[in-house]
């Protein structure tokens, strides 16, 4: 059955320091997105993207963030300067229509 | 925004156990999905169910769109049904992101 996948599943990094989390979306899937949750906290909607764009984004998605589909196959999420309060499971979601499908995440910790 | 909110918060249970969770809505929503997430944190996809009733093996959910609520009904539940179990919408209009609920944690006892 085809599924999202995300690397690394989990990653530890420096505050101030650049992190790119990786997914490939599911192959016939049109629709992007990348969520956010906090320990212990609810899942956070953070971006969505759609036709090489962003098409949706939250305030928690502030200057920091970028989003990049760099091939056919790879979409992205890059925090520039991660500071101790981005430290989260991050998931990356795809849609063909209206379903979304969640990868396993990433565990990113800011130390 | 739409107001989700789930309930119980908490629910401990022994094995074999069946049990209702509830999603109420402020307002009409769109594309109602639910979620499991397991102990590693990883977000299973149950159901799709904008409207009407699925069922998936011990797994079922009815969503009555109409009254602005949807239910998942576990039965003989099993320690491997233990997690935290979110109910997800997205708003109307075109935007396609979910919304979730703060879940229900669910505890599977032996």
């Known amino acids: 059955e085809p599924e999202v996948t995300q690397t690394p599943s989990h990653q530890v990094t420096q505050m101030g320091q650049e992190v790119i989390l990786r997914c490939v979306p599911i192959?016939?899937?049109?629709?992007f997105y990348w969520y956010r949750q906090i320990l212990g906290q609810k899942v956070e909607f953070l971006v969505s993207f759609y036709n090489n764009e962003i098409s949706e984004k939250s305030e928690i998605f502030d200057d920091q963030f970028s989003v990049e589909r760099p091939d056919g196959s790879n979409f992205t999420l890059k925090i520039r300067s991660t500071k101790l309060e981005d430290s989260a499971m991050y998931f990356c979601a795809s849609s063909e229509f209206s379903e979304a499908f969640f990868g396993q995440g990433t565990r990113l910790t800011v130390v | 925004g739409i107001q989700v909110e789930q309930s119980p918060p908490d629910l401990i249970l022994q094995e074999g156990a069946n049990s209702t969770l509830r999603c109420n809505f402020s307002d009409s929503v769109n594309n109602l999905q639910w979620f499991h997430q397991n102990p590693w944190g990883q977000l299973i996809n149950l159901f799709y169910?904008?409207?009407g009733t699925k069922q998936n093996g011990r797994l079922s959910a009815t969503t009555v769109a109409t009254e602005r609520y949807s239910l998942l009904y576990i039965s003989s539940s099993q320690t491997t049904d233990s997690g935290v179990y979110f109910c997800?919408?997205?708003?109307?209009?075109?935007?396609?992101?979910?919304?979730f609920g703060s879940g229900t944690q669910l505890t599977v006892l032996p």
């Open positions: 997800a919408h997205t708003t109307s209009g075109s935007a396609r992101q979910l919304t």
């Open positions: 192959s016939n899937h049109l629709y």
């Open positions: 169910i904008p409207s």
